[in-house]
């Protein structure tokens, strides 16, 4: 049986995995390895959960049993430290060596806090896991005005959420076309903020270039996004200079039995932002369709989305 690393187990990964279950059963033994230990989770539903609109269990896409009922192996959590490509085998932060046949890099990204002045404050928070989405929803109800840094589409998604309760000022430039302001919701055409303001560890406000203060007790930073491959640095794998991971066509990296998919990997010349979470199911599953194929030695189907 071939041996298929996955690293990452969230819209990417969870695909692949389920893929190569349907596809190359029998043939193909998967091993998931990931930072969080809980199930695979949908962050495209952080707004709702925010907002109440849906409790914790409606994000998760399996039951927490899944892979032990499926008799698939997992290492979380669990974070990768390297990847050793001439051993074929994945070392973990314990050092624990992993070997694979096949590795597939579902890693992700995550939120960018800017580099200004007091981003450590108590109440700043960059919105790209669970945990720190919890730990939000448990601040909302103390915040009547919330701070809101990223791309359009996040903000404005995350605004209509939780606008009810509380006035949200979104930093962010452009303003999209689609924006309708509402006396709670103000827009604020500016590119980020130069400091985060307050007395010790407490969050006051926020400062704008323009040097505008904003009195808030609660900053979400949902963009810019960074990939998450540090762990490849020394691999041999080739990274663009932002350090997402570059793929083919069939989402293959410049080593042949390497694979990578979602908003991990960018190809040659891309400029997207972060991926939805539609196509980075679609590559994850689009990888394990091309990985089977490869095993198997029939020609593969070039990605289409
Ligand atoms: C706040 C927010 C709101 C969003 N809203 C929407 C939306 O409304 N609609 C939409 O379509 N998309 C939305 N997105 C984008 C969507 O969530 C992403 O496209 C999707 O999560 C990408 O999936 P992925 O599997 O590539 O990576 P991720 O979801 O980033 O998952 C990466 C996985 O890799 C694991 N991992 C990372 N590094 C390591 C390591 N070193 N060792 C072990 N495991 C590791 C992590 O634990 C995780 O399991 C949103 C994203 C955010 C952050």
Redesign the pocket.
């Given at each position: 049986m071939a041996k298929v690393v996955i690293?990452?187990?969230?819209?990417?990964?969870?695909s692949a995995v389920q893929e190569l279950c349907a596809k190359g059963a029998g043939a193909f033994e998967p091993v998931v390895?990931?930072?969080?230990e809980q199930p695979?989770y949908?962050?495209?539903m952080?707004?709702d959960f925010l907002s109440r609109a849906a409790e914790e269990k409606a994000l998760f896409l399996c039951a927490a049993d899944f892979y032990a009922r499926q008799k698939i192996e997992t290492h979380k959590p669990?974070?990768?430290?390297r990847v050793d490509v001439k051993k074929q085998r994945v070392a973990l932060k314990d050092n624990s060596k992993i070997p694979y046949d096949y590795l597939l890099i579902?890693?992700?990204?995550?939120?960018k806090l800017p580099d200004i002045p007091g981003t450590g404050k108590d109440g700043v928070f960059a919105?790209?896991s669970l945990e720190r989405a919890r730990e939000i929803r448990l601040r909302l109800d103390l915040a009547p005005v919330v701070c809101l840094s990223?791309s359009a589409?996040?903000c404005l998604?995350l605004s209509r959420a939780l606008h009810k309760a509380r006035e949200i000022k979104i930093v962010s430039t452009p303003k999209p076309d689609s924006f309708v302001s509402d006396e709670r919701v103000e827009w604020i055409e500016e590119a980020g903020f130069t400091e985060i303001i307050g007395e010790g560890s407490e969050l006051k406000a926020v400062k704008l270039a323009g040097g505008k203060a904003i009195g808030t007790s609660l900053v979400i930073f949902?963009?810019p996004?960074a990939p998450?491959t540090a762990?490849l640095k020394e691999s041999g794998i080739r990274l663009d200079p932002e350090g997402y991971v570059l793929v083919d066509e069939r989402l293959r990296t410049n080593v042949e039995n390497i694979f990578s998919?979602?908003?991990?990997c960018r190809k040659e010349g891309a400029m997207e932002g972060?991926?939805?979470?539609?196509?980075?199911c679609a590559e994850?599953a689009q990888a394990a369709v091309n990985l089977v194929s490869l095993e198997r030695g029939v020609p593969s189907c070039q990605q289409t989305s």
């Open positions: 690293i990452g187990d969230s819209a990417a990964g969870f390895i990931s930072r969080q695979p949908k962050k495209s952080f707004a669990a974070e990768v430290a579902a890693s992700g990204s995550q939120v919105l790209d990223g589409a996040e998604a949902s963009g996004h998450r762990f998919c979602g908003s991990a972060i991926k939805s979470w539609e196509a980075a994850g």
